[in-house]
């Protein structure tokens, strides 16, 4: 099936840093989904965007729905160890209610 | 409040034999997604429902695997005849109605032998 194209694949940085990623499709969606995934674990919702152009923070994490509604983009200022994990993003298109999506941003922080 | 349960958490079945993983959404949730995911992937829509209404089994990727929600509240993915290519985490995910944010579950692991 589909999947949304994320970059990059992988990332180590230091404590402290900030942190860019992001999301790409060839198809519109309406709304932009981003989730963290700890091994063994579900996705965690993190921030939902529903507008061209949107950003919106959740603590230290930024977000923004691209303008053309075929990308997004998620930001950590200040990493901590606590953000090891996996970031997904995820879009719904249309009336659809089903997500599609990305294909992972593995993010290890050292201290 | 308690989030989405499922049920079991780890699953070894030999190929041939009928799995049944279950899913209890989030109190009052009207909908519920399952989602295939295999390793270092992403995970991958198998089939919605809006209440016991199953509205969308797009997803599904063989007649082998069935759900249902009887009663609108907890969902059963089953999968007949397990092959080793169904081995991945099959997650639930609830919102409280269409269109709104959905929160998943802890998955489970299937691991076909």
């Known amino acids: 099936g589909q999947q949304l194209n994320q970059s990059p694949q992988s990332m180590f940085i230091q404590e402290g840093e900030d942190v860019s990623m992001n999301c790409t499709s060839s198809s519109i969606f309406n709304t932009w989904l981003w989730y963290k995934q700890d091994p063994g674990e579900g996705p965690v919702l993190l921030i939902a965007?529903?507008?061209?152009?949107e950003l919106t923070s959740n603590g230290r994490l930024t977000a923004q729905f691209g303008i053309t509604r075929k990308d997004s983009f998620l930001n950590i200022s200040a990493s901590i160890p606590s953000d090891v994990g996996i970031y997904f993003c995820a879009g719904r298109a249309g009336t659809a209610s089903k997500l599609t999506f990305g294909t992972g941003t593995r993010l290890q922080v050292t201290l | 409040g308690a989030g989405v349960s499922q049920s079991p958490r780890y699953k070894v079945a030999k190929r041939g034999q009928d799995v049944a993983l279950r899913c209890d959404p989030i109190?009052?949730?009207?909908?519920l997604f399952w989602y295939q995911q295999a390793l270092g992937q992403g995970p991958e829509f198998l089939t919605y429902?809006?209440?016991?209404?199953?509205?969308?089994k797009s997803g599904l990727p063989s007649d082998r695997f069935f759900a249902e929600r009887p009663e609108g509240s907890v969902s059963t993915l089953k999968i007949q005849r397990t092959q080793q290519e169904d081995s991945a985490v099959y997650l639930c995910a609830s919102s409280l109605v269409r269109g709104d944010e959905q929160y998943f579950g802890p998955g489970t692991r299937l691991t076909v032998t």
């Open positions: 965007l529903y507008k061209a152009g």
């Open positions: 109190s009052g949730h009207v909908s």
């Open positions: 429902f809006q209440n016991e209404a199953q509205l969308d």
